[in-house]
């Protein structure tokens, strides 16, 4: 029988090393949080280890992810995520509601501004 749906561990460790870089965490900052070994974490970057469904769960706990940033390959499933997007959205959640708030203006603020240029 084909299933429609298959892991594709390359693309979740591609996307681990991804979210973990964009996120400005060590392989040892991240393996901490996440109650892990370093060693487990590069092996799973490198796709040397698949990890468990609870350990890439944590990851996107830390990470303040999507659990399908992992999961699912292709962008139409996904969404299209880059470095800069994981980048903005990992430090957008470490800002206060003020500053959050502030920042939403001056993007409203600049999407006005395109639009009459």
Same mark, same amino acid.
């Given at each position: 029988?084909?299933?429609?749906?298959?892991?594709?561990?390359?693309?979740?460790?591609?996307?681990?090393?991804?979210?973990?870089?964009?996120?400005?965490?060590?392989?040892?900052?991240?393996?901490?949080?996440?109650?892990?070994?370093?060693?487990?974490?590069?092996?799973?970057?490198?796709?040397?280890?698949?990890?468990?469904?609870?350990?890439?769960?944590?990851?996107?706990?830390? @990470?303040?992810?999507?659990?399908?940033? +992992? &999961?699912?390959?292709?962008? *139409?499933?996904?969404? #299209?995520? =880059?470095?800069?997007?994981?980048?903005?959205?990992?430090?957008?959640?470490? @800002?206060?509601?003020?500053?959050?708030? +502030? &920042?939403?203006?001056?993007? *409203?603020?600049?999407? #006005?501004? =395109?639009?009459?240029?």
């Amino acid at each position: 029988m084909e299933y429609q749906y298959k892991l594709d561990y390359s693309f979740i460790a591609k996307r681990v090393k991804q979210a973990r870089e964009a996120a400005h965490f060590t392989q040892a900052e991240l393996a901490e949080k996440i109650n892990i070994t370093t060693n487990a974490v590069a092996q799973m970057e490198t796709d040397r280890m698949h990890p468990k469904l609870q350990t890439l769960l944590n990851i996107a706990n830390v @990470l303040q992810l999507d659990i399908n940033y +992992f &999961l699912c390959n292709g962008s *139409e499933q996904a969404g #299209e995520t =880059n470095e800069l997007d994981l980048s903005l959205h990992s430090r957008f959640h470490s @800002l206060s509601d003020k500053d959050k708030i +502030f &920042l939403l203006r001056v993007i *409203e603020g600049l999407n #006005e501004y =395109n639009k009459n240029s």
